[in-house]
T-cell receptor, first 112, second 113 residues
């Protein structure tokens, strides 16, 4: 999951298994959450987003779950593939804000 | 659309030199953001523009940093004079009607010796 430390937490997953990446946020006023994927040498790439009036949102092979009670966000990747290897960032934004606050990231490594 | 375009992709310079980073946002996007990414501090927002006007520059670290957006299709981030601690990857991002959904460029990797 996310960390405020200086090193990235790492998640290693076998190809074909499901991955779950976690993120904790602190601002109870945050109403928009977004996941980005960043591959080595590239910019962050939008994956999926969710607003605070929802608990779950699904995309292609990805699902985001939001638990506002405990201020927790998770990204689930189904049937993880080698191309999913990257650093995943969660980000949050408050009502009316155009700024995103990014977490430190989680490195996902897929074992072939 | 080609996405957000940044140049140069890599820049190596010596301490004290001026560095100019360039960004072309996605056509039609009203918001433009400049970020800096380091291993120590992660992604940090430096400044953002709405309709070419700087809205919040509170993330700009020092007066050595300045950013401009002379028109809707071009922005620059300038560091003068540069210092070794400015070494980082600088990203530009743009967004449209949903400001929070930002689309990032490939970044400029800056190394100040």
């Amino acid at each position: 999951g996310e960390s405020v430390g200086l090193h990235l937490p790492t998640l290693s997953v076998q190809e074909g298994d499901n991955s779950i990446i976690n993120c904790a946020y602190s601002n109870s006023a945050s109403d928009y959450f977004i996941w980005y994927k960043q591959e080595s040498g590239k910019g962050p790439q939008f994956i999926i987003d969710i607003r605070s009036n929802m608990d779950k949102r699904q995309g292609q092979r990805v699902t985001v779950l939001l638990n506002k009670t405990v201020k927790h966000l998770s990204l689930q990747i189904a049937a993880t593939q080698p191309g999913d290897s990257a650093v995943y960032f969660c980000a949050e934004s408050g009502a009316g804000s155009y700024q995103l606050t990014f977490g430190k990231g989680t490195k996902l490594s897929v074992i072939p | 659309d080609a996405g957000v375009i940044q140049s140069p992709r890599h820049e190596v310079t010596e301490m004290g030199q001026e560095v100019t980073l360039r960004c072309k946002p996605i056509s039609g996007h009203d918001y433009l953001f400049w970020y800096r990414q380091t291993m120590m501090r992660g992604l940090e927002l430096l400044i953002y523009f709405n309709n070419n006007v700087p809205i919040d520059d509170s993330g700009m670290p020092e007066d050595r940093f300045s950013a401009k957006m002379p028109n809707a299709s071009f922005s620059t981030l300038k560091i003068q004079p540069s210092e070794p601690r400015d070494s980082a990857v600088y990203f530009c991002a743009s967004s449209l009607l949903s400001p929070q959904t930002q689309y990032f460029g490939p970044g400029t990797r800056l190394l100040v010796l």
